[in-house]
């Protein structure tokens, strides 16, 4: 029989839907190969910076070989039609196959774990059953039309079915090749059409759709806000979803407000990260680094700056690799994306705060039912003994809370979005101000200058050397933040500690006076005084 025909069972007229699935696990990183499809060089950002920084650092994970090698064995121990698998491995899954298999899997599960024996079992219990129940439905499928007279499936094919079936019944089904993909970056989907992939080298790739109608990408985008740890609405009346998948990615997805259905996930490649890794990347200097680390030990708040996609994210997890293990830390997010939570042997206790959007209309204190926001989280947390309180991205009024978190734990960080470093403290009083009329530009602007001591900038850029030309992330500029002025100024001042150097990045400039004592923590004012003295007299 055809790869993509339906197999003859009593009732395939109602096939069960894909959107519908239990996702029971964590998901687990399988090595899927890249899909063949057109390359388009990237065409955005600079010419200029550090040399390499793809963000590529070894690690470990579990793929789901077991299931692919017992279906092997069990199906074709064989496997002598290497020409024609290779063949068949081209041709599209027949998706209708896969939820009819998925939904069999997932009957016989329930069965066997009806009544409590469902809280008792483990997740990982749970897969190996629902592994078993795989092999033994593609085996009967495979004995049964090989009695019928009907060709049957090779072994390659056999191994791709069982693969979707399980990651449909357990992970994020059509979606889950992308996400084991470990140089990709982005996914960007748009309803049916086929899905643009950004890789980590700045090349993009167009690939199959995950999707058969825009319906059926929002049924599923309402299936995952659903089915998370923090549920969240997605509908006509809340149009857009922001929320954190099972892997540690992120989604962003709106609809009914955009002319079709849109989605982003973005993959978050390094998770534990240190600043000597980002020095190995070439994203700083090991002068900078040093500076950092120092700074980080003397309890300085820090901001990341910098554009979408720039790595301020990893960054901030770099930072925070450098705070002392013992230290409790208390992290407040919009969405959960830091993950400094899942990282025990670096960092013991960790409280990790949600904010949760709530549903149904407003009550007479302006908010929703079950809403939770940044600022509750910030107040709760006040009893938990913290000694750092890490906020996540700032994007409105939340950084009135980022303030209240630097003034009363000093050593706090956050990343905002903003293209140069002197733009930060301007933007983030734009956001503060949103906090309510009480806030006016001046308060928030000294507020700000108080609180801030360090904005860390980050960039990205075609290096033109690199054929094709690779993009870089980098640190382009750190800048010191003190109080200024309101008669002369804006009301703060800067100072350039690290300067943007073309294809160099940032290059000592100005060591404040203030941060000498840095020298207590580890930072070498002697190197950064070399660095300093060579660029200025190559300038």
């Given at each position: 029989m055809s790869t993509n025909q339906s197999v003859d069972f009593d009732d395939v007229s109602d096939l069960p839907g894909l959107l519908d699935l239990p996702i029971f696990a964590q998901p687990q990183r399988a090595a899927s190969p890249a899909p063949v499809e057109r390359v388009v060089q990237p065409v955005d950002g600079g010419t200029h910076g550090r040399v390499r920084s793809d963000y590529t650092i070894t690690r470990t994970a579990k793929p789901a070989e077991n299931l692919i090698r017992l279906v092997h064995l069990a199906v074709d121990p064989v496997a002598g039609e290497t020409l024609k698998s290779a063949q068949r491995d081209e041709e599209p899954l027949d998706w209708g196959l896969v939820a009819l298999f998925r939904q069999r899997s997932a009957d016989q599960l329930a069965k066997q774990l009806s009544g409590e024996s469902f809280q008792q079992t483990s997740i990982e219990e749970q897969q190996e059953m629902g592994r078993a129940n795989i092999i033994e439905m593609l085996r009967d499928h495979s004995s049964s039309s090989a009695a019928g007279g009907v060709v049957s499936w090779d072994s390659r094919f056999v191994q791709r079915m069982a693969q979707a079936v399980f990651d449909a019944q357990f992970r994020m089904g059509r979606l889950q090749p992308l996400l084991d993909m470990d140089q990709v970056e982005n996914i960007m989907i748009t309803g049916n059409d086929p899905v643009t992939l950004h890789?980590?080298?700045?090349?993009?790739?167009?690939?199959?759709?995950?999707?058969?109608?825009?319906?059926?990408?929002?049924?599923?985008?309402?299936?995952?806000?659903?089915?998370?740890?923090?549920?969240?609405?997605?509908?006509?009346?809340?149009?857009s979803l922001h929320m954190q998948l099972d892997?540690?990615?992120?989604?962003?997805?709106?609809?009914?407000?955009?002319s079709r259905p849109q989605a982003v996930i973005r993959r978050h490649?390094?998770?534990e990260v240190r600043l000597e890794?980002?020095?190995?990347?070439?994203?700083?200097?090991?002068?900078?680094?040093?500076?950092?680390?120092?700074?980080?030990?003397?309890?300085?708040?820090?901001?990341?700056?910098?554009?979408?996609?720039?790595?301020?994210?990893?960054?901030?997890?770099?930072?925070?690799?450098?705070?002392?293990?013992?230290?409790?830390?208390?992290?407040f997010e919009t969405e959960y994306e830091l993950g400094l939570d899942q990282l025990p042997e670096q960092h013991h206790f960790v409280v990790a705060y949600e904010a949760r959007p709530g549903s149904a209309e407003l009550d007479?204190?302006?908010?929703?039912?079950?809403?939770?926001?940044?600022?509750?989280?910030?107040?709760?947390?006040?009893?938990?003994?913290?000694?750092?309180?890490?906020?996540?991205?700032?994007?409105?009024?939340?950084?009135?809370?980022?303030?209240?978190?630097?003034?009363?734990?000093?050593?706090?960080?956050?990343?905002?979005?903003?293209?140069?470093?002197?733009?930060?403290?301007?933007?983030?009083?734009?956001?503060?101000?949103?906090?309510?009329?009480?806030i006016t530009a001046d308060l928030a602007t000294m507020k700000l200058a108080q609180a801030v001591d360090l904005v860390v900038q980050m960039y990205s850029g075609i290096d033109p050397s690199l054929k094709p030309g690779r993009s870089q992330r980098y640190v382009s500029e750190i800048i010191a933040i003190t109080p200024g002025e309101k008669n002369d100024g804006p009301g703060w001042?800067?100072?350039?500690?690290?300067?943007?150097?073309?294809?160099?990045?940032?290059?000592?400039?100005?060591?404040?006076?203030?941060?000498?004592?840095?020298?207590?923590?580890?930072?070498?004012?002697?190197?950064?005084?070399?660095e300093a003295a060579e660029f200025r007299s190559e300038r």
């Open positions: 890789f980590a080298d700045g090349t993009q790739r167009d690939v199959d759709r995950v999707a058969d109608t825009d319906a059926e990408l929002v049924e599923f985008l309402q299936f995952l806000a659903s089915r998370a740890k923090n549920p969240r609405p997605f509908s006509e009346s809340h149009p892997g540690g990615e992120r989604l962003a997805a709106s609809a009914w407000i955009t490649r390094l998770r890794d980002l020095v190995a990347n070439d994203t700083l200097s090991p002068v900078a680094a040093s500076f950092l680390k120092a700074a980080v030990r003397a309890r300085k708040s820090i901001v990341i700056g910098g554009i979408q996609g720039r790595g301020k994210t990893t960054m901030m997890r770099a930072l925070c690799a450098e705070i002392g293990p013992e230290e409790p830390i208390g992290t007479a204190s302006g908010h929703r039912a079950g809403e939770y926001t940044l600022k509750q989280a910030l107040i709760d947390s006040f009893r938990m003994n913290l000694s750092r309180q890490i906020v996540g991205e700032t994007r409105g009024d939340e950084v009135w809370t980022m303030i209240k978190a630097m003034e009363s734990a000093p050593g706090s960080m956050c990343t905002t979005h903003s293209p140069v470093a002197n733009q930060v403290v301007p933007k983030l009083v734009t956001c503060a101000m949103e906090a309510g009329p009480a001042a800067a100072t350039t500690v690290f300067k943007h150097v073309p294809r160099h990045g940032a290059i000592a400039e100005i060591l404040p006076d203030e941060y000498r004592e840095l020298i207590h923590y580890g930072f070498d004012p002697a190197a950064f005084h070399a």
